[in-house]
């Protein structure tokens, strides 16, 4: 039997931990077959990403996925090149750091809980900066450098 209070608290926990989970375990890699696959999620804290796009039908299933992802990165020399081997740095408003990484490739789609957030990327010693805020449906900041 136990105590009835820590099963409750328990019991509350498993659900708030199942519903916190559940927007990130809930957005699907849907690729059509025809455009190829897309690379696997990492993770990292609370954060989700996965970042490629070289070759045209791993670009084109990045692309088409980034609808399905609150925060999508593109990355490109000024001429329109993409980019890749970028380092990103996204920090959350109160300043801890959500995820740190190099993008493997010119697109990224990031799954990171609801925010206000500080990309920021660097390559070939040039860094830029953008605000975003996540939840507000899907959003791409892109970055040329």
């Known amino acids: 039997m136990g105590n009835p209070s820590l099963h409750r608290w328990i019991f509350g926990a498993?659900?708030?931990?199942?519903?916190?989970?559940?927007?990130?375990?809930?957005?699907?890699?849907?690729v059509d077959p025809g455009t190829g696959a897309l690379p696997a999620m990492k993770v990292q804290g609370n954060a989700r990403f996965a970042c490629g796009g070289i070759g045209s039908d791993e670009s084109n299933a990045m692309r088409a996925a980034m609808k399905d992802h609150p925060l999508s990165l593109l990355f490109a020399r000024a001429g329109g090149?993409?980019?890749?081997?970028?380092?990103?740095?996204?920090?959350?408003a109160s300043g801890d750091t959500a995820l740190a990484m190099r993008a493997a490739g010119p697109v990224c789609l990031i799954d990171l809980p609801a925010g206000r957030y500080t990309?920021?990327?660097s390559s070939e010693g040039v860094t830029k900066t953008h605000t975003v805020t996540v939840g507000r449906g899907s959003?791409?900041?892109?970055?040329?450098?």
């Open 14 to 30: 498993a659900v708030a931990c199942a519903c916190v989970a559940a927007p990130l375990a809930s957005r699907a890699q849907t």
């Open 139 to 145: 959003q791409t900041a892109d970055f040329r450098f």
């Open 81 to 92: 090149e993409y980019l890749a081997n970028v380092d990103v740095s996204i920090k959350s």
């Open 119 to 121: 990309v920021e990327a």
